[in-house]
């Protein structure tokens, strides 16, 4: 199955960068979307799933992906990069653009077929997850939960992590679907994410 997975991923390209919606390619295949803060690690697990490390630009500098990544796989599936959100070193006006470019997707994409919020598992939760949280829950959108680099935390912390975002879920139980940890460094957790991708694609 792995190895099936890793053929299935390593046939990627990719497509374009948008800064509005309205620019997107249209497409009859399903797409998934990458959502998550500044830094959270969204282009490494893209990277990680295609086994491409060069696919999506990855960055220590918070708030690098600015628009709408769009990348395919195997021409079965479209992979979306959103840009991060709640990185502060940015202005005001344009904090706003970069949420209203992401609430525009999540509720207008008809072929979005599931969000994968991130979270990185040393920070937890913020409100601005939660913001995220509501406007996929207003959209009626299935999401999954990745948990991050959970390379950098010792396995109780990371349980600990996992239980308050799990319960914390309760209240988006409509819409929640699953909750995966990872790490892209030490390729942990990277199998399921494929699996589930893969799923989405037949």
Do not use: H
């Not at 990719?14 to 979307?33: A, H």
């Not at 904090?95 to 077929?113: A, G, H, P, T, V």
């Not at 308050?164 to 957790?189: D, H």
């Amino acid at each position: 199955m792995v190895l099936n997975l890793n053929l299935f991923f390593s046939d990627n390209k990719f497509v374009g960068s948008y800064n509005d919606i309205m620019d997107l390619p249209t497409s009859n295949i399903w797409e998934c979307c990458f959502a998550g803060r500044s830094n959270v690690g969204k282009s490494s697990i893209i990277n990680a799933i295609t086994k491409n490390k060069y696919l999506a630009n990855t960055s220590k500098t918070p708030g690098r992906t600015q628009n709408l990544n769009v990348y395919q796989i195997k021409e079965k599936i479209n992979v979306i990069d959103l840009p991060g959100y709640g990185y502060a070193k940015v202005s005001k006006v344009y904090r706003e653009q970069l949420s209203d470019l992401i609430d525009s997707y999540i509720k207008i994409r008809k072929n979005l077929k599931i969000i994968y919020l991130l979270i990185d598992c040393k920070v937890g939760l913020k409100n601005s997850d939660i913001d995220i949280l509501d406007v996929i829950n207003d959209s009626n959108k299935k999401f999954t939960v990745i948990i991050t680099k959970i390379d950098k935390c010792s396995p109780s912390f990371i349980n600990k992590q996992i239980d308050s975002v799990r319960s914390f879920m309760k209240n988006y139980e409509k819409n929640f679907t699953n909750m995966y940890s990872s790490s892209s460094l030490k390729n942990k957790g990277i199998v399921d994410i494929q699996k589930n991708i893969y799923n989405l694609s037949k």
